[in-house]
């Protein structure tokens, strides 16, 4: 019997920069073609779209791994900066580690994949009640235009999920990061979905001169996120993340939900006015 193989891949953008190495989690380097640590994996080789790091962001990553790690039972994602936090029983959980915390504890960010995935479809952080609507909350950061072009590449190339995107978009819920783990064949239908709609939006949009706005593909997968989800009734299971920073905060477990809960009275409210 072959032995499951899982891993969570940390994107990171400098060789340099703090992660984990251990049999669970693996560093990539995303949007270079040159390594210099021999032992360090980029997204550079074999089938890639690291020349595209530039608007994918981490996806570039996502992309190289989906062509190229084909021997994967379960696919996790993450950053260099967020893990994934199961540790959920203790009363008081960390949103925040130091850097120097992290760097002595990184044992702490170790679990069992396929024992928190369970049964579910896949691995969430907590999704996001906005106190707008996502439609709202985007066009606040990004471009509104962005939004209208991926409704037009929907409309043209899946038009089965448009009424569910028009809804998501009115709605106030949303997942805004791009870490996860699922097994091999949800994360093959994820990219085998995901990536071609990109790659037409990437054809057709217009790229801004703004270094941050040009990452218009990454910001609109993160919303893409609760498409995929809704589109193929997927079983979520979430769980907290932890944000390496320069300090340590904890805070109680059910805070997020409280939080989520008031955003999500203002957004009814509004409403109703």
Not at 64 to 73: E, R, Y
Not at 95 to 120: D, H, P, Q, T, W
Request: net charge positive.
């Amino acid at each position: 019997m072959v032995a499951s193989i899982n891993k969570i891949f940390i994107c990171l953008y400098r060789e340099d920069q703090t992660h984990i190495v251990s049999d669970l989690y693996q560093p990539i380097v995303a949007g270079k073609s040159l390594i210099l640590n021999s032992e360090m994996m980029g997204d550079g080789t074999g089938e890639s779209i690291h020349k595209k790091n530039d608007q994918f962001g981490e996806l570039t990553s996502l992309y190289w791994i989906w062509k190229n790690q084909k021997s994967l039972n379960i696919i996790g994602h993450c950053h260099y900066r967020r893990y994934f936090w199961p540790h959920t029983k203790h009363f008081f959980i960390p949103i925040s580690y130091s850097k120097v915390k992290f760097e002595n504890s990184k044992n702490n960010f170790e679990f069992n994949v396929a024992e928190v995935l369970g049964e579910n479809d896949i691995v969430l952080p907590p999704i996001s009640l906005l106190k707008k609507t996502v439609s709202d909350q985007f066009k606040q950061y990004h471009f509104e235009h962005d939004l209208d072009l991926m409704r037009s590449v929907l409309f043209n190339f899946d038009k089965e999920s448009l009424a569910i995107w028009d809804k998501l978009l009115s709605g106030n819920r949303v997942y805004l990061k791009l870490i996860f783990f699922m097994r091999s064949e949800v994360f093959d239908s994820y990219c085998k979905w995901i990536f071609p709609l990109l790659l037409h939006f990437n054809q057709r949009n217009i790229k801004s001169g703004d270094p941050y706005q040009r990452r218009a593909e990454a910001f609109l997968a993160e919303r893409m996120t609760l498409l995929f989800v809704l589109k193929n009734k997927l079983k979520v299971k979430e769980v907290p993340y932890v944000f390496i920073s320069s300090k340590t905060k904890y805070v109680p477990y059910f805070w997020h939900g409280i939080k989520n809960q008031f955003n999500h009275f203002i957004f009814q409210f509004r409403n109703v006015l």
